[in-house]
Each structure stands twice: as C-alpha cells, then as structure tokens.
C-alpha cells in the first residue's frame, strides 16, 4: 500500500469513537456520576456500551454464566475468554477485566502475570481486584508497572468462604476494616474502587475519604457512581438481592417467546412460508447472498 491509498483507505473508514480512559474515569470524582454494568459477551457489550462509562467483566460470571454455586471456581482462562468478548463488542466504555481468585493473593509478582496475561490478551484497559489493607502492595506493584486497577472493598465476594457467605458489612468493627481497606487501596493508586454490600452511611464516608472515584453496589447514591449485574437489572433470574432495581422483566419475555415458539413448531406453524427458501432461482441467489 502506497503512502497515498493508505491515506484514502483511513479517509473511507469513519472514525473509531475513542474509549473512555483511566483518566476520564478518575476526573468523574465528585462530579458527573460513573455509570457501570457488567457484561460477559459481545452481545451484551454492543448493547450496554453507548449507555455506560465502564463495563466490567466481572467474575460473577461464575455464578451468571456458567451456574457456579461462587466466583470461587472461576480461572483465568474463563476471565480472558469473556473479556476477549466484551472488547470486541465495545468501543466507547472503558473496559475492567476481574482477576479472578486464586490469580493473584500469593505475591505481588503473581498478580502482575495475572494482569499483564489479561491486559495483552484482551485488550481491556483495567484490572479490578478484591484487594484491602492486606494486598495494598500488590496494588502498587501493578500500578508502578503500568496496570490500572480499580479496587474492591466492603462486601468481596471471593472472601465468602472466610466470611461464611455474602455478608453486608455493618458492624463497627467491619465499618473500621472497610474504611481502612478503601484507604488503602486509595493510597495505592487505585483510580477506582468498588465499594459493594455496605451500609449507606459507610459507603458515604468512604467515598468521602478517598480521591479515587467509587462505584457503588449495595451501597449510596453518595457514592461517585454505580454498577449492576446486568442480567439483574435486566431480570433476568427469578430472584431480585434487594440492592437491585429490575428495569425489564427478561425472564418473563424469553419465557413467553420460548413457550410461543414451541407451540409453533408443535403446531407446525413455524416454519411459515416467510422463513422458508424455494427452489426458484431468485430465492436460491437471495439465500446465497444471505449467507
Ligand atoms: O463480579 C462482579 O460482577 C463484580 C461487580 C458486581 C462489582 O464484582
């Protein structure tokens, strides 16, 4: 390609609209709220991104996607594959790759390969970890080697063995540990945090404490944004945790279409003749071109 049709060949393509950056994300703090959802697959991500800042790929996706009973059995692998996804899906939102448990507690240098083997692999721009005052340093060992990371504190899902399952904190004693945790993290150049499952006057008092925009889940409107489990908000599952809003009823709407089609092709109705192809040569070259 010559100098000329290179340039002609960027001229025909429209622009690609930029993605939100870490920076954008951070200058949110105390202004313009961050809106969040999760996604797992491309479908999903083409939806949600003209709509939201950030999508993350979260390991609940254990639980979402593949009927894992916690995020416990989620891998490496499974976070790559669905972030490779989500990429190819998005293009405006910023996108967070979970590290998944066991990827990343051991030691600095642990959560490093992690991140960098998720980063290069899917493209996302940011990796969230369930870190506290207990994995401070591994958040500043991948911030100084150039790893974004967004923090999780409060409610961790992957600490639900140790806590004896998903545990709003309240207490004082958990109100002193996630605030120090959400310090922390902060200090250690997270350029967000999650702050999930905590008691709103908490969840207020953290986002008050720290420059790092948080994102709320079971939370406080006080904090600097929200994320949901899409396919909670979208009712997707029979039951709703109270700090969902549901603003779609999908189960019911796949429920009825699936009924609908099953009585069709019982019934014979489906295929109609407008689902058909014929043998005439018109409809056999539209049904070439289709494919
Ligand atoms: O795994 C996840 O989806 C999450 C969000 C709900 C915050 O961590």
């Known amino acids: ?13 429209p622009p690609t609209p930029a993605r939100l950056t870490v920076k954008n994300i951070r200058a949110r703090k105390g202004r313009d709220k961050i809106v969040a959802l999760t ?18 790929v979260g390991d609940s996706l254990g639980m979402v996607v593949h009927g894992l009973p916690t995020t416990v059995g989620v891998t490496l692998e499974m976070m790559i594959l669905h972030g490779r996804a989500v990429m190819r899906g998005s293009a405006r939102a910023l996108v967070a790759v979970d590290l998944p448990f066991g990827s990343y507690e051991a030691s600095p240098q642990q959560a490093h390969a992690a991140a960098v083997r998720v980063m290069r692999e899917t493209g996302c721009q940011a990796v969230k970890v369930e870190a506290g005052v207990a994995l401070a340093a591994t958040v500043a060992f991948l911030v100084a080697r150039g ?7 409060g409610l961790r899902p992957q600490a639900a063995n140790v806590e004896g399952g998903f ?11 996630a605030l120090a945790d959400a310090r922390a993290v902060d200090e250690a150049g997270a350029f967000a945090l999650v702050v999930e499952g905590v008691a709103a006057d908490l969840a207020e008092a953290i986002t008050g404490a ?4 948080t994102i709320g889940i079971g ?7 929200q994320v949901l489990v899409t396919d909670d ?13 549901r603003y779609a009823a999908m189960r019911d709407l796949v429920r009825d279409a699936v009924a609908a089609y099953a009585a069709d092709v019982r019934g ?3 295929p109609g003749p407008a689902e058909m192809y014929d043998l005439a040569a018109k409809g056999a070259a539209a049904a070439g071109r289709r494919r």
Request: charged share 20%; hydrophobic share 50%; with cysteine.
């Open 1 to 13: 390609m010559t100098a000329a049709s290179g340039e002609s060949a960027r001229r025909a393509s």
């Open 39 to 56: 996604a797992y697959s491309a479908p999903i991500a083409a939806l949600i991104d003209p709509a939201v800042d950030m999508i993350l």
């Open 147 to 153: 790893i974004p990371v967004v923090g999780h504190v």
């Open 167 to 177: 545990r709003v904190k309240r207490s004082a004693l958990e109100r002193e540990m």
């Open 210 to 213: 720290v420059a790092a925009p």
């Open 219 to 225: 939370a406080s409107p006080a904090c600097d944004g």
């Open 233 to 245: 908000m979208i009712g997707l599952f029979e039951w709703t945790p109270k700090f969902v809003r």
């Open 268 to 270: 014979g109705a489906f």
